[in-house]
């Protein structure tokens, strides 16, 4: 089972931050938190993924509590081309758990 | 950055068939891959992970004996769905980290449309 929980949807503005909530209140200490999207009838593309730190690259910003219980992804400017299923995903770097569950995502859409 | 390719994109044939669904790492080398499925309106569910050079390990649920995992090489593996049937039909879709599922993250093919007529 996926150990995340997101809305099932949200919808922003063209040009608009998009802020994307993920709760995952029962994340070990080595789990990192991992975004990944997909777009419709394609593979899942990465975005980003923080242990505790918040991060950023050319994709987005990851904003993860300090009780690392719950993490923000951030697209600062959205265009239509965001429209996505987005997935958070905690996963471990080794061992068994290394694999990606994957949750039911939020789906989010921008409008124009 | 990582490219991970399948071949083919989509596929259609009819009940009975053996179907292979390549997963290729363009730009580097991967011990471990991994194969998902996806039906409609659902999210990807892990089916197994492949290992170079040994057996594949299948979630639970999964046929084994039906859904063939070969990883003859670092940069190639292949799913073969055995005798498919219409049931069988669904967007297959691989991954791969280079280092194997170690510290980076894993990328993901375009996927493969499988319909069985």
């Known amino acids: ?112 | 950055g990582a490219v991970v390719s399948q071949h083919p994109s989509w596929v259609i044939c009819k009940s009975g068939t053996s179907v292979k669904i390549e997963c290729r790492s363009l730009d580097f080398q991967a011990t471990t891959m991994f194969w998902y499925r996806q039906f409609p309106k659902q999210s990807l569910m892990l089916m197994a992970t492949s290992n170079e050079g040994s057996k594949a390990t299948y979630e639970q649920g999964v046929e084994k004996d039906k859904f063939l995992i070969n990883h003859a090489s670092l940069t190639l593996s292949t799913l073969t769905v055995t005798s498919a049937h219409p049931e069988d039909s669904s967007f297959y879709i691989c991954s791969a980290s280079p280092n194997g599922a170690g510290t980076q993250p894993q990328h993901f093919g375009d996927g493969t449309r499988l319909s069985i007529l």
């Open chain 1, 1 to 112: 089972d996926a150990k995340t929980t997101q809305p099932p949807s949200m919808d922003c503005a063209e040009g608009r931050a998009a802020n994307l909530p993920c709760n995952h209140s029962t994340i070990s200490g080595n789990e990192y938190v991992y975004w990944y999207r997909q777009i419709h009838s394609q593979g899942p593309q990465y975005i980003i993924h923080g242990l505790k730190n918040n991060e950023t690259n050319e994709m987005a910003s990851l904003i993860i509590t300090e009780d690392r219980k719950s993490s923000t992804l951030i697209l600062p400017h959205a265009t239509l081309r965001d429209t996505a299923v987005y997935y958070c995903i905690v996963r471990a770097h080794t061992g068994a758990n290394s694999k990606l569950t994957f949750g039911k995502g939020i789906t989010l859409s921008v409008r124009p």
